[in-house]
C-alpha cells in the first residue's frame, strides 16, 4: 500500500505564498508521475500542476507563472510553491502520484487526504 501525506496549508492573505509538501511512502517500486490538484466548494476537482511519466511538468492554465513544482525523488516527495495567491485559489490541495510496488506490477493511482488552503482577500 501507498500513502501520500501532504502538509503546508493554511490560510493567508491576497498576494501571500505558500509552500505545498507531498511525501509518498509504503511499498514503492516506482512513481511514475506525481503531482498536485484542487477542488474548490461547488467546483470539479482540477489539474494544478504535476510531473508527468516523461518527467516533464505540466501546469493548470490558471496557475501558470504563479505556481512552481518541484521535487526530490530521493524522498519520494513533490512541493508546490505557490505565489501571487488569490481568493479564487482557496480550495482543498490534493496530491496524485502513478506508482508501481513492484517491477512487474501496473501503476495505480494513489490520492492524498488534502489540504486546505485558504486566501483571504
Known amino acids: 500500500q501507498v500513502q501520500l501525506v501532504e502538509s503546508g496549508g493554511g490560510l493567508v492573505q491576497a498576494g501571500g505564498s505558500l509552500r505545498l509538501s507531498c511525501a509518498a511512502s509504503g511499498t514503492i517500486f516506482s512513481i511514475n508521475a506525481m503531482g498536485w490538484y484542487r477542488q474548490a466548494p461547488g467546483k470539479q476537482r482540477e489539474l494544478v500542476a504535476t510531473?508527468?511519466?516523461?518527467?516533464?511538468?505540466n501546469y493548470g492554465d490558471s496557475v501558470k507563472g504563479r505556481f512552481t513544482i518541484s521535487r526530490d525523488n530521493a524522498k519520494n516527495t513533490v512541493y508546490l510553491e505557490i505565489n501571487s495567491l488569490k481568493p479564487e485559489d482557496t480550495a482543498v490541495y490534493y496530491c496524485?502520484?502513478?506508482?508501481?510496488?513492484?517491477?512487474?506490477?501496473?501503476?495505480?493511482?494513489?490520492w492524498g487526504q488534502g489540504t486546505q488552503v485558504t486566501v483571504s482577500s
Open positions: 496524485n502520484a502513478q506508482v508501481r510496488s513492484t517491477g512487474s506490477a501496473p501503476a495505480f493511482v494513489f
Open positions: 510531473f508527468t511519466g516523461i518527467g516533464s511538468t
